[in-house]
């Protein structure tokens, strides 16, 4: 039911206040929350929870949401966004009462006594609008998923898979070859979408969810995950090099999956994406950096197959060495209009500079320049994938060369970051 006239009134004037206090609302909602329900620790990740980064996306969404409920178009992308990563993690309606109950009751904490029970009501009603639009989307997500992995209630489940293959593609980068262990025929995907891999986590007493780009083109045997390892801060101690809080599930599947093992995944899920329906044949800029680059290769994977006359251009940065990089240079045979930018900040051999438009430096878009970016034609698709300044530098480019952002995607790799730039 619509919030009345007065209780949007009463909703919006608390925002100030929870604004302020932000901080406080979203470690008290998440701690009593999974003091309640250790259960969820099953779902969340431990890593942004203790940084902050997933109270604080969840709370500015909701806040954004009721400052004008009457105008919610620059909120839709990020509601499509969440859909699809709730999906991608099974979360499910009941979880939506709880996630309800606690935000409510840190509201209630941080405002004292201008809670009122009338302004309780009126946000217990704000949540639900929000909560009801996500949880009917994600259903419609969850119906139109493969039925090998949708469970008895409907919701996402996961699938079993056995590790195919495991295959080293540069320094600390495996991608795995994931066939289903029910050996049924895998939906396929669009280009650039995701999987979530489910680990129990040794010692911890819960599971930890992971997303990551399927990063070949969609085949009926296997999927493909590229995995780098996250070795977390270096620091140099007595003449050791130590890593502080190496990433958990990254070093876990590197260092403990081989052939034959076991990985549970979700099914593909993903907003970002080529999509395969309704192929363009516009020029394809691929942008990426470090890691970023698996979405872009299941896309040009793709590509190569099925429009392997089309422009694409791909520019990638790497430290030194660059995954799949001959793979992708000899596309070109196949692909006569593949233009291919590669940037490394360490470039071993300086010989190689301008060598297959090879740089010894970060990206510098203005290097590849107009035809290989195809800034005139005006019509081109761009998809950026890599850490937050990257993306930020890269369409800040883009768009002083006139580029429309509506032409330019991003696919983050952390969670609720790029919020301004993705409406700007
Ligand atoms: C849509 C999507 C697609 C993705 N695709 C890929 C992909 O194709 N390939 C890929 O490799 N990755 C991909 N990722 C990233 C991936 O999901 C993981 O985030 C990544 O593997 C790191 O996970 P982890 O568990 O190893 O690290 P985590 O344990 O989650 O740690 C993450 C970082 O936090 C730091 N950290 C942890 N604890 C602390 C602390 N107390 N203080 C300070 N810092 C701390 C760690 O050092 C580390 O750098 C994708 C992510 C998304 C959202
Ligand atoms: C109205 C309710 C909700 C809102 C507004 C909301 C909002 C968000 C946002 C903004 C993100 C980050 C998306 C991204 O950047 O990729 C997110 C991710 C997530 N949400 Fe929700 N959410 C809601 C309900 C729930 C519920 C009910 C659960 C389960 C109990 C849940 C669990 C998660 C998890 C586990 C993630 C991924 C976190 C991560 O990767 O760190 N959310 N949600």
């Not at 139109?144 to 080293?168: H, I, N, P, Q």
């Not at 990985?263 to 395969?276: Q, V």
Request: proline share 6%.
């Amino acid at each position: 039911m619509a919030l009345t006239y007065q209780q949007s009134r009463m909703v919006r004037a608390t925002i100030p206040a929870l604004k302020e206090h932000g901080e406080r609302i979203t470690s008290t909602f998440y701690r009593n929350m999974l003091t309640a329900h250790p259960e969820l620790h099953n779902i969340f990740n431990d890593v942004n929870l203790a940084n902050g980064r997933q109270p604080r996306a969840l709370t500015a969404v909701i806040l954004r949401f009721a400052s004008d409920l009457n105008d919610i178009s620059e909120l839709i992308p990020r509601l499509e966004r969440m859909c699809h990563k709730h999906c991608s993690l099974g979360i499910r309606p009941e979880h939506y009462e709880i996630v309800g109950k606690f935000l409510i009751a840190a509201f209630g904490e941080v405002l004292g006594p201008a809670m009122t029970p009338d302004v309780h009501v009126a946000w217990t009603k704000a949540y639900w609008i929000l909560a009801k639009m996500l949880i009917g989307r994600e259903e419609q997500m969850y119906r139109a998923f493969d039925k090998s992995w949708t469970d008895s209630a409907g919701a996402g489940g996961w699938r079993k898979f056995t590790v195919l293959k495991k295959v080293r593609e540069a320094e600390g980068v495996f991608s795995f070859y994931l066939a289903p262990k029910d050996r049924r025929p895998l939906p396929g995907f669009m280009p650039g979408q995701y999987v979530s891999a489910r680990f129990e986590m040794p010692g911890m007493g819960f599971s930890q969810l992971r997303q990551y780009a399927l990063s070949d083109a969609p085949r009926a045997e296997y999927y493909r995950i590229t995995v780098k390892r996250d070795r977390g801060m270096q620091v140099r101690k007595a003449g050791m090099v130590m890593s502080i809080n190496p990433g958990l599930v990254s070093n876990l599947l590197i260092d403990e999956r081989q052939r034959g093992d076991e990985i549970e995944l979700s099914h593909p899920a993903g907003e970002i994406f080529l999509d395969t329906e309704s192929p363009s044949s516009a020029p394809l800029v691929l942008i990426s950096a470090g890691v970023g680059l698996t979405p872009m290769i299941s896309m040009l994977e793709y590509t190569s197959e099925m429009q392997p006359s089309r422009p694409v251009s791909f520019v990638h940065g790497a430290q030194s060495e660059m995954p799949f990089e001959q793979h992708i240079r000899g596309l070109k045979e196949r692909m006569p209009r593949l233009s291919v930018n590669v940037f490394k900040s360490r470039l071993a051999d300086a010989s190689l500079v301008g060598v297959d438009h090879e740089y010894d430096a970060r990206v510098d878009l203005a290097a590849v320049g107009v035809q290989d970016l195809h800034l005139d034609h005006g019509a081109a698709e761009y998809y950026i994938c890599g850490p937050e300044q990257f993306m930020v530098e890269m369409s800040d480019y883009l768009v002083l060369k006139g580029v429309s952002m509506s032409r330019v995607k991003f696919s983050p790799f952390s969670t609720g970051e790029l919020e301004v730039k993705e409406t700007k």
